[in-house]
């Protein structure tokens, strides 16, 4: 929940140490306080995981509840303002992110040491789906805390922590037999080196640069990307050399292993870029078109979005129980087809939509992805040696989190680029033919798209926000004032270029749920290899192939 609970509230945070996130300059700490949690917990979890596997994951995950405690307890106490303060915002993000990356590193090596494999499935469905869920909880939690105060976003977590962190250390019992083992400096430095710097100019990317509306052909921005590309090469190189690797790449061999981490992370992309793409269209368009006022409509939001997290909570744990039963395979890859059908329908609504149509279509999301999430946990996990677990469920959640950060440079530069070619003209005919100067209209209308994004993002009026601060505003007739600053003026200008931009959006959403679904049917029958993938055994074949075994026999 923690991952997501900031998304809602930023405008309240950024409104209580007294900064405008859209002021030039300050659109990096709105990134950084977005992505900096994600990107933590992207590039540290297979490190933790590999840490769990050599001292005891129960260990890690108890000392994970006692960094994410202090975390939480710090942010609520911010003492400063403006550009400190979002710092130490983003500070403490980065440790909480540190101490959630524990929990998530091992939480799932933990489940899968403690249950038999009939009741596995299940067992990882339930802790899955509940991950999944508290993203989308979290928007609504937001949005209701921020309304009271915004130190209560960070609050909330306190007790949580606390309660957590003595009820894990005085309940949860080491089961698995680790090994001290070597620490792997090489591995450690290279992947979180460039995963790290890859992901960092992904993020910056987004903004523009030189004239154009993405930061893609920034010098910093292609260095980042080219870089972190070529530590993550080295890093495989260094990791085929090493005796104990941090990453253990002989895992791939492993099919399920392979196709179900595959399918996890094009799943990850799709479902991120969905979950900001509706926040912008409810809060930007569909919402004011309706009535509601913009400063109201992050918890609007959150709370239209509930049949999704709906759908997750109801299809996660069926559908873990009956892949126990019969296979992961069907269940995954027929969730994600569903996923892709859902898409497509989210495609074919116009910008000013029915909403139960549009509530049924996130339904049937959420239900597709619990469909998918539980029973491809399971086959990961299962499939892979005792011993690995940790490392394994850290290999797992960073496919997982890599796939929620990218999500945000991928869809936005694609949104971006959608409104890059319509918005601007649009914007300017539509403020001149209200009374505003063509020069104040044409100034307006060529500030990046991702401006006018944000100001939908943050809950703001972006015509009251571009116009206010110049006093554009004072010099046209209260009529003139009202229609630019009401409800529909915006909404209705921006929804031919905003549907434009969601027809790329969800075309190559749905592109990824297929492309997942492919993997997900080519992961093979119920197997668990239970020897060294990178041995011959019984668990898998002379050439490295895992012999197909049945849950029920494993």
Known sequence: ??????????????????????????????????????????????????????????RIYNLGFLVFACASVALSLDPFQAGAGALWLILWRVVQAFGGSMLTANSAAILTDAFPARQRGMALGINQITALAGQFLGLLAGGLLAAVDWRAVFCVSVPVSITGTVWSYLSLRETSAGGRGHIDWAGNLTFASGAGILLAGITYGIQPYGGHPTGWTSPWVLTGLIGGAFLLLVFC??????????????????????????????TAIARGGLQFMLIIWLQGIWLPLHGYDFEDTPLWAGIFMLPLTLGFLVAGPVSGYLSDRFGARLFSTVGLLVVAASFLGLLALPVNFDYGVFAALLLLNGLGQGMFSSPNTSSIMGSVPARYRGVASGMRSTFQNSGTALSIGVFFSLMVSGLAGTLPKTLSGGLQAHGVPAGTAHEVASLPPVSTLFATFLGNNPIGHLLGDGGTLDHLTAAQRATLTGHTFFPELVSGPFHHGLTIVFGVATGMALVSALASALRGGPERADGDPSEPGPAHGTKGQPARRTARSS
């Open 237 to 266: 190189f260094v990791e085929t050399r090493t005796a104990e690797p941090m990453f253990r790449l002989s895992l791939f061999r492993v099919r399920a292993f392979a196709a179900g981490n595959l399918a996890a992370l094009l």
């Open 1 to 58: 929940m923690d991952a997501s609970i900031v998304i809602i509230s930023l405008p309240a945070i950024f409104r209580g140490i007294g900064l405008d996130p859209l002021a030039a300059g300050n659109i990096g700490y709105l990134l950084w306080m977005i992505l900096g949690y994600l990107l933590v917990s992207a590039v540290l979890v297979v490190v933790l995981g590999r840490l769990g596997d050599m001292f005891g994951r129960v």
